[in-house]
């Protein structure tokens, strides 16, 4: 998304969905604590992402963007999501370090004021697509009658380039089209490469 973002000057609205927020009522058995664990340290992300919102906001619109790659680089490419989960300060504070912003932001992770507003965030991200699913949910045109939003696409590697715009025309296509769900579980290993 931030590939295609940078060709074609897209406005993109970061919204917030957390995974602990949709799981808090899982009793299934692959849902172990250190599953609920690893989904607490990305909503103590999501409140800073917040705070990030509330205190940038309009003098820098790509904060929270810059906030969600540096986190997400650092969870699902480098690996780093033990060091998260037994850390989650520290960790969290040593990205907003590397983002360039204010390492006293770490604060908010603990505060709970923020949940109101990422669970109302989460609560309008399903209102979009559904009950049961997970991140990332994409919304195209939001507030047109021709708004869709859809779970995914979850891809093993992300294209670059002409690739990357390719992609993401065929996503919005379906998605303001009105397909309902394109799925399969059967894919490659993700690839962060």
Do not use: C
Request: glycine share 6%.
């Amino acid at each position: 998304m931030v590939d295609v973002q940078q060709q074609r000057s897209y406005t993109v609205d970061w919204r917030f969905i957390s995974l602990w927020i949709l799981n808090e009522e899982n009793t299934q058995e692959w849902y172990t604590p250190e599953y609920r664990a690893g989904h607490y340290v990305g909503h103590r992300a999501l409140r800073i992402a917040d705070e990030i919102r509330l205190t940038m906001g309009d003098a820098d619109a790509d904060a929270v963007g810059r906030w969600y790659t540096v986190l997400g680089e650092a969870l699902h490419r480098d690996r780093r999501r033990e060091e998260a989960r037994e850390s989650s300060i520290e960790f969290l504070t040593m990205l907003l370090a590397e983002a360039g912003f204010d390492e006293a932001l770490v604060s908010a992770a603990d505060d709970e004021s923020h949940d109101a507003y990422i669970r109302a965030e989460t609560e309008l991200a399903l209102s979009r697509t559904g009950p049961d699913v997970g991140t990332p949910i994409l919304s195209f045109r939001p507030g047109t009658e021709r708004e869709g939003s859809f779970f995914g696409p979850v891809i093993s590697k992300a294209p670059t380039g002409v690739e990357a715009s390719e992609l993401w025309d065929a996503v919005e296509k379906l998605a303001t089209s009105g397909v309902a769900e394109l799925k399969r579980s059967n894919r490659a290993t993700p690839d962060f490469t």
